[in-house]
Every structure is written in C-alpha cells, then in structure tokens.
C-alpha cells in the first residue's frame, strides 16, 4: 500500500470510527427526536386493509417499523443498538412471556423512544379461540408492558388474525390494533437479502406503510442494515407510531 493510499485508508478508518460514536452520523434520518409521530386513537385500527381498520395517515415515502415476538435476549438489544445508532424510533410488539423474562429490554425499548405495545401471552391465533380466551390472553400479555409504565394502548394480533367481535372489544377498553402493509415473512428462514429485496420490492410499489418484522429473528438482524440504508438513500422518513392516551381499564382490573 503506498502512502497516498495508507493515508486515505486511515481517513476512512476514523470516519466509520466517528460514524460509530455520534449517533445518526452515517444517516440523515432525523437525530432530534423531531421525527413525525401519528398518535392512535382509541378505536382506531390501522394498517393492513382488513375489515375494521383502516389505511394509517402517511404521506409518500413514510415508513413505520414494527418487530413482533421479543424481546430476546441476543437479537433485540443488536436491534436496538443499529435503530439507535441510525436515530429511528420502532413499535415493539411483544409477547407476555418474553416480557417476562426481559423487562430490562422493556425498559431499553422505552428509555430509547421506541413505543411498546402487546401481542399476547400465547402468540395463538385468535379468531380460533373462545372469545374468553382470546381477550384473557390479551390482557395477560398486556401486564409485563404494564408493568414497566408503557403505555399499552397499541395491540397486534398475532397471525394478524382479528375478528369483528375482539376488534370491537379491543377499542371499547380504549385500545386500537395495528396492522401490517409489507410483510417480508422474515421469519421464513429464506436468506436475509431474499428477505430484504422481497422488502423493498413491496414497499417501492406502495411507496411507503407498516412493514412488520420480527426482532426475534437472527436474520432480521442481518438484513436491517440493508433496510436502514436502503430507507436512507431513498430518502424515506421513519414515523413513530404512539398510543393516544385513553381510559383504558388496565389489564390489572385497575383504571390508569
Ligand atoms: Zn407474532
């Protein structure tokens, strides 16, 4: 290596260095918390195109990025640590259990922004439960995000698999489901770039919406780097998603 080149190799080693330490410096996403948030009313479903919800408030170009299943222990802090360092700001949609097992990655979520919302205790679909069950296992999945103050106004379903009826009962104790526009079945074992072309191929042809993720998901972790780059020289704008606060009867029986 001569020693125009060695020069030149340092430079680019201490800009990856300086990338590294300043937060957002490698994106353009917005650093300053000023990103645009759309807050979720009670009662309003949104995301997916299924009966009862309808199409979420985002100009051209607006993404939403939600993760289901976790926390886990090895792949969502590698997440939150690539959304931390690219300054975008996620919806959590997590299970009971692993809530459980992981409130201190709760409370990373929460400290960092990210909005958390439920998924169940069981992860079962649904639309195939007794209405007791199915609505026992929402509030049950609810109270580990309770428990470390998120706000839990916002539920997923698992399978995204609503009826009319939990839908009804969902927004009647003041929360609202969040659907899904792109889905890259990331937990399909295909290869991170399948998954990430399959991705990106969904969303140039809408232009923009709630693309769902799975932050349990090894190769969800490998193939994010491409999507925050991707997003970033596209010139697309990462939204949060927050519940509206509501008076909503906690999972506890108490009223918050
Ligand atoms: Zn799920």
């Given amino acids: 290596m001569g020693k125009a080149s060695r020069r030149w190799a340092l430079r680019a080693a201490a800009c990856v260095a300086v990338a590294a330490m300043l937060p957002g410096a490698a994106f353009a996403f917005t650093c300053d918390g000023s990103e645009r948030t ?50 975008v700001r996620a919806a959590f949609f997590v299970l009971g259990g692993q809530a459980e097992e992981h409130p201190n990655l709760l409370k990373r979520e929460l400290a960092e922004g990210h909005t958390v919302g439920g998924h169940t205790m069981s992860h079962a679909d649904l639309s195939e439960e007794t209405f007791a069950a199915a609505t026992r296992d929402i509030l049950e999945g609810f109270v580990p995000v309770e428990a470390v103050g998120a706000d839990a106004s916002l539920f997923r379903f698992p399978h995204l698999a609503s009826t009319p009826e939990l839908l009804a009962w969902l927004n009647a104790r003041g929360m609202a489901a969040v659907g899904a526009d792109i889905d890259p079945r990331d937990w399909s074992g295909d290869p991170p770039d399948q998954t990430l072309k399959r991705l990106t191929d969904q969303l140039m042809a809408r232009g923009g919406g709630i693309i769902l993720l799975h932050d349990n998901q090894p190769n969800t972790v490998k193939l994010l780097p491409g ?17 509206a606060p509501a008076q909503r009867q906690l999972a506890s029986g108490k009223p918050r």
Avoid at 227 to 243: K, S, T
């Fill in 38 to 87: 759309i807050e979720i009313s009670a009662g309003q479903n949104v995301g997916g195109g299924e009966p009862g919800y309808e199409a979420l408030d985002l100009h051209a170009r607006e993404v939403v990025l939600t993760f289901d299943d976790g926390p886990d222990a090895e792949t969502t802090p590698r997440i939150l640590d690539m959304l931390r360092e690219a300054c």
């Fill in 227 to 243: 999507l925050l780059a991707f997003l970033d020289r596209e010139g697309y704008a990462v939204v949060r998603l927050a519940g």
